[in-house]
């Protein structure tokens, strides 16, 4: 079984705040031009997205130059839906292994489109932070436009350990009762700080 973790992009999608308008257009139609084309302009943090480690640090690595794997590994869900601050606990510590993509349920996915979406948003606490790190997982995953509020310190610290962030997650509680399952993420082949990106879920058997 595949589920699709990713926002839709269409035109209008909401972007973050102060970030550029998502356009999606089309700019050629079959019956005058005899070919369709759509033309999108989109800022790379808008709707389901990676934070590569340039986005908050003077890192010079694109996210096009990360080896492909980190961006695929088997999945971890974690329930924090209810919790504003979002810290750490002895069942998070036995559930995360090494080397996996961690993803936080919050359920504030289903507000994706309102107007506090982006403004009222629960957060990862540093000890959150510090327990994804001590378990060296590959990426972590939220269903939130971000894992913290400003001053985006723990961005910074999950980048200072090559911890890529991905954003914007959506349909996250279809993964409650999977016993195992693999998250393939894949941003663009593309030379920026981060990316939009497909991000699936795939059952083991």
């Given amino acids: 079984m595949i589920i699709d973790l990713t926002q839709p992009i269409r035109d209008g999608l909401p972007a973050y705040p102060g970030d550029p308008e998502t356009r999606l257009a089309r700019s050629a139609e079959y019956r005058r031009d005899g070919y369709n084309n759509h033309l999108l302009t989109i800022g790379m943090h808008t709707g389901t997205h990676i934070d590569g480690h340039m986005h908050m640090t003077d890192c010079t690595e694109y996210i096009n130059e990360y080896p492909l794997d ?23 510590e036995q559930a995360v292994s090494e080397g996996q993509i961690v993803l936080v349920h919050t359920g504030h996915g289903a507000r994706f489109g309102e107007p506090d979406y982006y403004t009222d ?26 894992v913290e509020q400003y001053p985006f310190d723990i961005h910074r610290l999950l980048f200072r350990h090559k911890i890529p962030i991905i954003e914007n997650l959506a349909n ?21 700080d981060s990316s939009i ?9």
């Fill in 172 to 192: 996250l509680h279809l993964l409650r009762g999977l016993p195992r399952f693999e998250i393939i993420a894949l941003p663009l082949n593309i030379d920026a």
């Fill in 197 to 205: 990106a497909r991000v699936i879920a795939r059952t083991i058997p």
């Fill in 70 to 92: 980190v961006f695929i590994g088997e999945g971890c869900l974690l329930d924090a839906c209810g919790s504003g601050r979002i810290g750490n606990k002895p069942e998070y």
């Fill in 121 to 146: 948003h629960p957060v990862l606490t540093l000890e959150f932070a510090e327990m994804l790190i001590r378990s060296k997982v590959k990426m972590i995953g939220v269903d939130t436009p971000s």
